[in-house]
């Protein structure tokens, strides 16, 4: 298994910073409750609980797109870099872009492959990056600048996803399994300039919410003999490979709502 | 039990309560008990059917089972506190699942509280009266728009209050900014005291003020103190009544005239009124507040007012315009804008009348804005019309189903021309049901 380089850096000057060491492989899958129950139970034999993502926590995630739904579009064809907010709340908020810490990320994803990077700044400084006010540091991959040509095409937030993660990960950020479940879809109306720069965005329309568990592995190299099997289980009980939770909402949110069965991904 | 003994009091509203509960004897016990303490209970046992209720009935409180047959009481949870109009209703949690996880996630999908079975009833009735005193959210006089005097001007005022004496301070204190009205002047307000009932003599639509010597009202009724501070908050709360009143009336005159305008290049009746009403649906969807509901509704059916001065022919014309004929028709919103410019407080509509034809990728008209430069009212209202608009028989094509409006809208957002999440809250209504 090959050491991950997972850095991590808080400060009161400079933005936190999260990234991996390389493309990582990626594979989730759509299963019932009891089936999510049993592999995490397997899973939290072999790995500790992440301290990011507790029980219940609600993770909120604000996508980006552009009027013509580049990234979306490239995201169907197997290869885009997804641009979005991350929050982090006790309870669910009907709003996005709250004040606090936001995680700008930047996803490379590829057909069998992720590449992540994400920087956690208070949101005045996130909405200043949307709006192309505010630069970021780009010491890895180059997604900033990727990002920041997006942002210059016009992409802004759309479409919002929330949900509950239960995460583990193992010491050296080598393997994470992450468990989402209570998924809902949202719209977000777009942006406009007379909007109050310091203002949460009110959620829009509901627009999906799905029944099942969303179990997704995340490694680098080979996976241990134990995830091999759990993921063999999971393939087997799985029922949808599915795309990303970006391109479900997406497809929610263009009326493409055939849902998470138009492809699959691996 | 505040909220319980308001309940059985008979002046009171009775608060109305849905529970979800899929075991019919705790259902039963559940609504007798609450039913014995003047609550209006309604019940459901599974999941579709509790969120079918409280969309219909938007109780006072939902209580709600965790474990139901066709879904989990989380879910159900989440569906509510995700409608925009139902989301302010507390919701409890009755479950017996004990759990500290199962407590932080119902709570975490937005209920107010959760108890664990089996409970106390008297835990329970406290409960509720804590979670529906939190709920409440007093009125509170309007004050925050100060408006300006015209020099000079002085408003009337009758003070109707039985009390010689409180008459009499009241009359002084009001002495500074208004004159007192003769036997026989119609004043421009009344002053009453309390819940003293307003003089028979008084017109209906004439502003009353409620006073007290002691306190603010604190039971929902607006009561002004009577300290120094009353004749400025009296001025205040007439002035603002007078120019809404103004306003109302200016306002609708203009949509008269914009109507009489629209029958002439519309085929069917009522169409600016339809447009305004699903414009303000999606509004309440994307939860706007009343003031810009009623800037969105005002602006629908002004929005085409500029083609008042436009050549009847060109409205008139059954076939398709000539390049330079389109040309015209498109300044039907700088023309409308104009038309309006000269009523300030119908400033903040213009933009509607303005950019209503504009589109997100840019391709709109007049001024070709973009995306962000378009104010979400003006999409609202642009998504609205093109709906109604498909609903509608046209020379050029037939009327389509609402379902099918929807996915031609949704064409048009893949091709970036509207927003796609107005048409989502378009389509969200569609599929509940719409308003017609």
């Known amino acids: ?266 | 039990m505040k909220a319980v003994e308001n309940a059985v009091r008979s002046d009171a509203p009775a608060t109305r309560v849905v529970v979800v509960e899929d075991d019919q004897a705790s259902a039963d016990v559940l609504q007798r008990r609450l039913q014995a303490n003047g609550m209006v209970v309604s019940v459901a046992h599974d999941g579709r059917r509790g969120i079918e209720l409280v969309e219909e009935l938007l109780p006072d409180l939902v209580l709600l089972d965790v474990m139901l047959p066709d879904t989990d009481g989380y879910d159900v949870c989440l569906r509510i506190k995700s409608n925009t109009s139902t989301s302010p209703i507390p919701v409890i949690f009755l479950s017996a699942r004990g759990e500290v996880v199962d407590k932080v996630r119902g709570l975490s999908c937005g209920a107010a509280d959760y108890i664990t079975k089996p409970f106390q009833a008297a835990e329970l009735l406290a409960r509720i009266d804590a979670v529906l005193g939190q709920a409440r959210n007093p009125r509170v006089p309007r004050l925050g728009r100060p408006i300006e005097r015209a020099p000079g001007e002085r408003l009337v005022a009758r003070v109707a209050i039985a009390d010689p004496a409180l008459r009499e301070h009241v009359e002084q204190l009001l002495g500074s900014r208004f004159d007192l009205a003769e036997a026989d002047e119609t004043p421009d307000v009344v002053i009453v005291e309390g819940n003293a009932a307003v003089p028979a003599d008084i017109p209906e639509d004439l502003a009353v003020i409620r006073v007290s010597p002691g306190h603010a009202g604190n039971d929902g009724n607006e009561v002004i103190p009577i300290d120094a501070q009353l004749p400025r908050i009296v001025d205040l709360l007439v002035r603002e009544r007078s120019l809404d009143h103004d306003l109302q009336a200016a306002a609708e005159a203009l949509i008269v005239l914009a109507s009489a305008i629209g029958s002439h290049d519309r085929p069917g009746a009522g169409h600016g009124e339809r447009v305004a009403s699903r414009a303000v649906q999606i509004g309440r969807a994307l939860g706007l507040d009343d003031s810009t509901r009623m800037t969105i509704r005002l602006g629908s059916l002004l929005r085409d007012v500029g083609n008042a001065r436009l050549p009847a022919a060109i409205l008139a014309k059954q076939g398709e315009l000539t390049p330079e004929e389109r040309a015209t028709l498109e300044r039907h919103p700088i023309l409308g804008e104009e038309i309006l410019a000269g009523f300030k407080r119908l400033s903040g509509l213009l933009p509607i009348v303005r950019h209503h034809h504009e589109r997100l990728d840019g391709t709109g008209y007049p001024d070709g804005l973009r995306a962000e430069q378009i104010p979400l009212e003006v999409r609202i209202v642009s998504v609205a019309d093109r709906f109604e608009a498909l609903l509608a028989d046209r020379p050029d094509r037939p009327a389509v189903s609402e379902a099918e409006a929807v996915r031609i809208l949704q064409s048009a957002v893949a091709r970036g021309e509207l927003d796609a999440a107005v048409v989502a809250a378009l389509a969200t209504q569609v599929r509940a049901g719409g308003n017609r």
């Not at chain 1, 197997?78 to 907010?85: E, F, N």
């Not at chain 1, 193992?170 to 949202?186: C, G, K, P, V």
């Not at chain 1, 977000?188 to 799905?210: C, H, I, K, N, Q």
């Open chain 1, 1 to 266: 298994m090959r050491p991950s380089s997972v850095s991590k850096r808080v400060t009161t000057s400079a933005p936190a910073h999260e990234t991996d060491a390389e493309r990582r492989h990626e594979h989730r899958f759509q299963v019932s409750e009891s089936i999510a129950r049993l592999v995490m139970r397997t899973t939290a034999n072999n790995l500790p609980l992440s301290r990011d993502d507790r029980p219940y926590q609600w993770s909120t995630t604000t996508y980006c797109d552009t009027v013509s739904w580049s990234i979306f579009r490239a995201a169907q064809k197997g290869s885009a870099m997804q641009l979005r907010i991350r929050e982090y709340h006790r309870t669910r908020p009907r709003e996005v872009m709250t004040p606090g810490t936001a995680w700008i990320e930047f996803k490379d994803d590829e057909q069998d492959t992720s590449l992540k990077e994400r920087f956690g700044v208070p949101m005045d400084v996130a909405r200043a990056f949307l709006r192309g006010e505010a630069a970021l540091p780009q010491p890895d991959h180059g997604l900033a600048e990727r990002a920041s040509q997006l942002l210059r095409e016009g992409a802004r937030p759309v479409a919002v996803t929330q949900y509950n993660r239960l995460a583990y990960n193992s010491l050296d950020s080598s393997l994470r399994i992450t468990a989402d479940h209570n998924l809902m879809y949202f719209a977000l109306p777009w942006e406009t300039r007379t909007d109050g720069d310091a203002d949460p965005s009110p959620l829009g329309s509901l627009l999906a919410m799905e029944p099942d568990v969303i179990v997704e592995m995340k490694w680098y190299g080979e996976l241990p003999h134990w995830a091999v099997d759990l993921h063999a289980y999971l393939k087997e009980n799985t029922r949808e490979e599915r795309p990303s939770k970006f391109i479900v909402a997406m497809r929610w949110l263009l009326g493409e709502t055939d849902g998470a069965k138009k492809t699959r991904k691996k």
